[in-house]
């Protein structure tokens, strides 16, 4: 169940809180999370929250992970040299309350801030997993090959990366553009309904 937070940072690697400093090309952070910013000590099973990568030196993807669970083969966060990106991650929390960034490429400053947390006490219900790729076009999963202007792809979600078969309600994804060849914007509607 879902209980919503007004905003609070929770790490800044340029000023504080959590670890300071810039993270290296290849370089694991771990970053506490249940005790902190509104998130209680205990209870709390996932976390809503607003991660930016911030002035990276090369261009790089971040992935954000349960600590104590193996990395995934997933991205949050794609950003190009020198850009800003945020982008809203749901992540279930680990071992002692804390989660892992993995920062690809260069060297970059994060910052992270709660908007809320899901635990047995709240509003709505949600179910965390593990990041999985569920889709690849450029070796798989799912369908593989590129997308040519005004076209689409039904992509199959129910039995896959940890998502039961049957039964389920909507789904949390995170979707990643790779090296599109002109500037688009790419919608996602569930494959019954009409494209929006």
């Known amino acids: 169940?879902?209980?919503?937070?007004?905003?609070?940072?929770?790490?800044?690697?340029?000023?504080?809180?959590g670890p300071a400093g810039q993270s290296g090309p290849g370089?694991?952070?771990?970053?506490?999370?249940?005790?902190?910013?509104?998130?209680?000590?205990?209870?709390?099973?996932?976390v809503v929250l607003n991660a930016a990568a911030i002035s990276p030196t090369a261009q790089t993807f971040v992935t954000v992970w349960p600590t104590g669970e193996a990395q995934p083969l997933a991205s949050n966060l794609n950003v190009p040299i020198g850009d800003?990106?945020?982008?809203?991650?749901?992540?279930?929390?680990?071992?002692?309350?804390?989660?892992?960034?993995?920062?690809?490429?260069?060297n970059v400053?994060?910052?992270?801030?709660?908007?809320?947390?899901?635990?047995?006490?709240?509003?709505?219900?949600?179910?965390s997993l593990s990041p999985?790729?569920?889709w690849d076009t450029r070796s798989g999963p799912g369908p593989v090959g590129r997308i040519e202007a005004g076209g689409s792809?039904?992509?199959?979600?129910t039995g896959l990366g940890g998502v039961p078969s049957t039964g389920v309600p909507p789904v949390v994804l995170n979707a990643s553009a790779v090296l599109p060849s002109a500037y688009a914007s790419v919608p996602a509607w569930p494959s019954v309904s009409i494209v929006p």
């Open 1 to 17: 169940r879902y209980v919503p937070l007004s905003p609070a940072r929770i790490w800044d690697t340029r000023f504080s809180p």
């Open 27 to 46: 370089s694991t952070r771990t970053i506490q999370v249940a005790g902190v910013g509104g998130v209680p000590a205990s209870g709390a099973t996932a």
């Open 84 to 106: 800003v990106r945020p982008n809203l991650v749901i992540v279930k929390l680990g071992l002692n309350g804390q989660i892992n960034v993995f920062n690809n490429a260069g």
């Open 109 to 127: 400053d994060f910052a992270a801030d709660i908007a809320g947390w899901y635990g047995e006490t709240g509003i709505e219900r949600f179910t």
């Open 132 to 134: 999985a790729r569920v």
């Open 153 to 157: 792809r039904n992509v199959p979600v």
